[in-house]
């Protein structure tokens, strides 16, 4: 396998391969990085350093494989491109990185008319997934797939004998649910950042004790990656003092983009990605931090009130609650665009692939897996009797938590998007007549009714009467 760039996550991939006996031709666009490379992990294993993409090309034995680990966009096409020139019909050239899955499809399109095999494979994991077990999304031909299946599932992650890799679909299946992968730990992450910020604000919790909750929730129903690390998080100390690392950070939160992607592509699938959306705008908002400065010293708030005395374990109900919303969007986001690009993806082999590995990892994926592969049709995940009853039990609480924010004005965006999402879901009847009443009114876009079939329209301003338009 070659890699092309020596980032962190191609630099711990190709020393995965390596650790797993696979022969690694490694490339990066500045040279002194993988001389670098060299000097610190050349002694882990059958590495070959190439100066240029033609000696990497040399460096391969015929049907040559190629992992590309460069930013997203024009710097994968530049690679392509290289690869190309120097590589044979029959070559498989895999993106590795978090491309926008529309580009991918494109790439798959004129690679597969060149006669080249394409791979767009999602990996999560971050820096020690790359080098210890990432959950790896791959999605192109199936022919492609085979040719680099064995290397792939061996350095994936592990749960239970069973490799966190699999085949997710055509073209771009794989990076669509990278994709939704990272727009489900945005929301993930959201709703972790309003619980500690309810707690610290409500019930004036230090971080060290709001570590000790974190700590405890994770050897629970809530177990995943994300609530132990916040759990560290939380536990550190700035160095050589008592003060909590986590205070001195600024309140600002980054994006690469994906979970904008995540939410423009619901928007344009019909997904009501709600928890999701908000995640990204909190984070956008996060970003204001000069207009927010001067906007506290102005805009005035709520007096407050005493906190429910059980306001921690209510919290736990919310955020569990919270989080199967924000996963059952996800995932009805995936079989959307399955439908919508043919991909057949597989809802119960993606739960069982995140199970380890990647960012959003989770005692519940279990769940979901469990659920998807009960009825690989259902709707929503919240419809599964386990899930249904999960959220039942903490509506009670749930309520609470998002009353008690409110009250005391602590924002908590995917909270209350979550219950409110959940409130509109279970109606059998919404108020978006009369949202279709007033359209009609004011631009004559019709209606239907419940009573008879077929579009009508009412002469609002001028006689009343209404008339069937088809």
């Not at 670098?36 to 040559?64: N, Q, Y």
């Not at 259902?378 to 899930?387: E, G, K, N």
């Not at 007033?438 to 004559?444: I, Q």
């Amino acid at each position: 396998m070659g890699v092309i760039g020596l980032g962190t996550i191609g630099g711990g991939l190709a020393r995965n391969l390596a650790a797993h006996g696979v022969h690694v031709a490694i490339y990066n666009r500045t040279h002194r990085r993988t001389e670098e490379f060299m000097a610190d992990h050349g002694s882990e294993g059958d590495f070959t350093p190439a100066a240029t993409i033609e000696e990497l090309a040399h460096a391969l034995k015929p049907p040559r494989a190629v992992a590309i680990l460069v930013n997203a966009g024009k710097p994968v096409d530049e690679v392509i491109d290289s690869l190309t020139k120097v590589f044979a019909k029959g070559d498989v050239i895999i993106d590795g990185g978090n491309s926008y899955f529309p580009d991918t499809r494109r790439r798959s399109a004129a690679l597969e008319r060149q006669g080249f095999g394409f791979l767009g494979a999602g990996v999560s994991g971050g820096e020690e997934g790359a080098l210890r077990g990432p959950s790896i999304m791959p999605g192109g031909t199936r022919d492609a797939y085979g040719r680099v299946e064995d290397m792939l599932t061996a350095i994936a992650a592990q749960v239970e004998g069973v490799p966190c890799c699999t085949y997710i679909g055509p073209d771009g299946a794989g990076h669509f649910v990278k994709m939704v992968h990272n727009g489900i730990e945005y929301a993930d992450l959201q709703l972790i950042a309003e619980t500690y910020d309810i707690l610290r604000h409500c019930l004036r919790l230090s971080a060290d004790e709001l570590a000790a909750v974190f700590r405890g929730w994770n050897e629970g129903r809530l177990q995943s990656y994300l609530i132990e690390i916040a759990s560290y998080v939380l536990a550190k100390h700035d160095d050589g003092s008592t003060s909590s690392l986590v205070d001195a950070i600024e309140d600002e939160a980054e994006q690469k983009g994906t979970g904008r992607w995540t939410s423009q592509s619901a928007l344009e699938l019909g997904v009501p990605l709600t928890a999701i959306t908000e995640a990204v705008f909190a984070r956008v908002l996060s970003s204001q931090k000069a207009q927010r400065v001067q906007a506290s010293r102005i805009l005035k708030g709520p007096a407050g009130g005493k906190a429910p005395e059980r306001l921690v374990d209510d919290i736990e109900e919310a955020l569990y609650a919270s989080k199967i919303v924000a996963y059952a969007q996800g995932f009805e986001h995936v079989a959307a665009g399955s439908r919508e690009y043919s991909w057949n993806i597989d809802r119960a082999g993606l739960a069982t692939i995140w199970r380890g590995g990647c960012i959003i990892r989770a005692r519940f994926l279990g769940m979901i897996k469990d659920a998807c592969e009960r009825d690989p049709n259902l709707p929503s995940l919240m419809l599964d009797p386990f899930f249904q009853e999960a959220l039942a039990n903490a509506q009670p609480a749930w309520r609470r938590v998002v009353t008690t924010a409110v009250d005391q004005g602590v924002p908590i965006p995917a909270f209350a998007s979550s219950l409110a999402y959940y409130d509109g879901y279970r109606r059998e009847r919404s108020p978006a007549n009369l949202i279709q009443g007033l359209r009609d009114y004011f631009g004559s876009h019709t209606y239907h009714r419940v009573d008879r079939e077929g579009a009508f329209h009412t002469r609002w301003a001028q006689d009343g009467t209404e008339v069937k338009t088809d």
